[in-house]
């Protein structure tokens, strides 16, 4: 019997008034991440970090289909290429580490809508949103010792910026999965909900980003990276009041003196 080839996995980028949503999809597998999405992954956000800041959405949703987030790796494809040194090195660092930095470094504000499995390289694309909502029934860990191989430094360096050392420990070193009420616990998510109220949850937040000043969320996020990299600089000091005479400023400062709503700029129109 001859098998036709596996079909890759998708991202599909949705663009929905002031929000945006990308969606990971790889039916059958519980959307597990193949090297294809990883590359789509990198060029949506990309994408989206490169709109001008009138067209770009106000807030990203990264979720799953068919009510999973992630389960990891597509290790399907593992067989192909992680046992070369040099195509292992390059894997990990010329294709995941560019789309988790990808998410990084964009400054729109992300949500992660977890429902399901969040494992290994889910739990890499939840941990590059800012604010992780999930489901009761979710579960989060990176399993890969039963594999074989440990995590990749960057890979790790990006999970510690939301989980603790011990708690990274006891994730590799014992192969434990966290269910939701611990990863809440744990500062792994930031809201818990019923399963069923996952996605509107998110959504009702992502809208109510989208309603605040795109430029205040954007200097908070540039700000935030500064002092993850141990400044900011006097130099990052000094252009962190450039927004003085800018719209946004004046309108939010105005509205609150006339005790009305602010009127923003909206974007998303792309």
């Known amino acids: 019997m001859i098998r036709a080839p596996a079909m890759p996995g998708t991202i599909a980028l949705q663009h929905l008034g002031s929000w945006a949503r990308v969606t990971l999809s790889n039916p059958g597998k519980l ?7 990883w590359q789509e992954l990198r060029a949506a956000f990309e994408r989206l970090q490169a709109l001008p800041e009138a067209d770009a959405p106000h807030a990203i949703v990264v979720c799953g289909a068919d009510g999973q987030f992630a389960s990891g790796g597509d290790i399907v494809e593992f067989a192909d290429f992680r046992f070369d040194e040099a195509r292992l090195h390059h894997f990990h660092e010329h294709i995941v580490a560019p789309a988790l930095h990808a998410m990084l470094d964009c400054d729109i504000p992300s949500f992660a809508q977890i429902e399901g499995a969040c494992i290994g ?56 999965l966290f269910d939701a009420e611990t990863a809440l616990r744990l500062s792994l998510v930031h809201e818990v909900v019923a399963d069923a109220e996952v996605a509107n949850t998110v959504q009702r937040r992502a809208e109510r980003v989208a309603e605040l000043s795109p430029q205040a969320a954007r200097l908070n996020k540039h700000t935030l990276r500064q002092l993850a990299e141990g400044g900011p600089s006097g130099d990052q000091r000094r252009a962190h009041f450039g927004y003085a005479d800018s719209p946004d400023h004046r309108e939010g400062v105005t509205a609150f003196i006339e005790k009305r709503p602010p009127r923003f700029q909206r974007g998303g129109t792309a």
């Not at 959307?31 to 999405?37: Q, T, Y």
């Not at 889910?122 to 979710?138: K, Q």
């Open 31 to 37: 959307n597990a991440i193949d090297i294809s999405m």
């Open 121 to 176: 390289g889910g739990l890499e694309i939840a941990a590059c949103c800012d604010i992780r909502v999930c489901g009761s029934s979710s579960r989060f860990g990176a399993p890969i010792a039963k594999l074989g191989f440990p995590m990749a430094p960057g890979e790790l360096e990006v999970l510690s910026r939301v989980a603790s050392a011990p708690v990274l420990r006891e994730m590799l070193l014992e192969a434990r």
